[in-house]
């Protein structure tokens, strides 16, 4: 991962998060941890799995985890799992070698925000970040915007679906359906806007902020979110088998069923 000349350091009081790295190969690591605190985050660093989860489970917590595919021992897979386990909202980035799209799906359906190939400019991670902590984030400056959507307070009820639209909870048939925060806008986004149809693009703007460009191509973001759209049918398939409320719109998007 390069970095462009004119990355500037800001003032070392001025964190923009707590991240954790973890990533076997020491030279990246170091490498990119120094970037990091160059460009303003607090950051921990780990050369494996094991190390890292004994971290989570003693209560500790980050704005932000970027995490390394291929180590020794244990992947970056099998990590995610385990991390979700302790902490199901604590977002991750799968920083990579492998730059099939089935890597990225695999990363997206284990619970990742975000894919970043090794290969891409320390410019574009810092934008992936800076997008991802914005989101968790309310009324940061110089967050992209998103669709817009309802005004986000107290609960919305749609059919059978419930959101508590505080706790960012999503409930189906009064039994709680298990989304991250992503998950949960676009449940959210699609929900309130039942019957319509929300293009590609639209459910691509919820999760990376508006005019985002990622991908092979000028819609290179619809894998992307039929990714999304897939982690978020198992999930609620897992509660109610007979689910189908989310409908395929197709070469346009989806729609959330009136009823």
Do not use: C
Not at 157 to 184: C, M, P
Not at 236 to 254: L, M, T
């Amino acid at each position: 991962m390069t970095v462009d000349a004119d990355t500037a350091a800001p003032n070392a009081n001025d964190s923009k998060g707590h991240v954790v790295l973890i990533d076997d190969d020491e030279l990246f690591r170091e490498s990119l941890e120094q970037n990091l605190r160059d460009s303003g985050y607090d950051v921990l660093t780990f050369d494996r799995g094991e190390p890292a989860l004994a971290y989570f489970q003693n209560d500790n917590v980050a704005d932000l985890v970027l995490l390394d595919w291929k180590m020794p021992e244990m992947n970056g897979i099998e990590v995610l799992r385990r991390l979700r386990q302790i902490n199901t909202d604590m977002p991750v980035i799968f920083l990579t070698v492998l730059s099939d799209q089935i890597y990225e799906e695999a990363a997206l359906l284990s619970g990742a925000v975000d894919f970043v190939e090794k290969s891409r400019s320390f410019t574009i991670l810092l934008k992936r970040m800076g997008l991802i902590l914005a989101g968790a984030k309310t009324g940061q400056d110089g967050a992209a915007a998103a669709p817009a959507a309802p005004e986000k307070s107290g609960t919305a009820t749609v059919g059978l679906l419930e959101l508590s639209i505080d706790s960012s909870r999503a409930f189906w048939k009064k039994t709680q359906v298990d989304l991250t925060l992503t998950e949960f806008e676009i449940v959210h986004y699609m929900a309130t806007h039942a019957g319509q149809d929300v293009k590609y693009r639209e459910i691509y703007d919820i999760v990376h902020g508006k005019g985002f460009v990622a991908g092979e191509g000028p819609e290179g973001f619809r894998a992307n979110v039929r990714t999304f759209i897939k982690r978020i049918r198992q999930k609620f398939r897992s509660v109610d088998p007979a689910f189908e409320q989310i409908e395929n719109y197709p070469g346009f998007g989806y729609r959330w069923r009136e009823n």
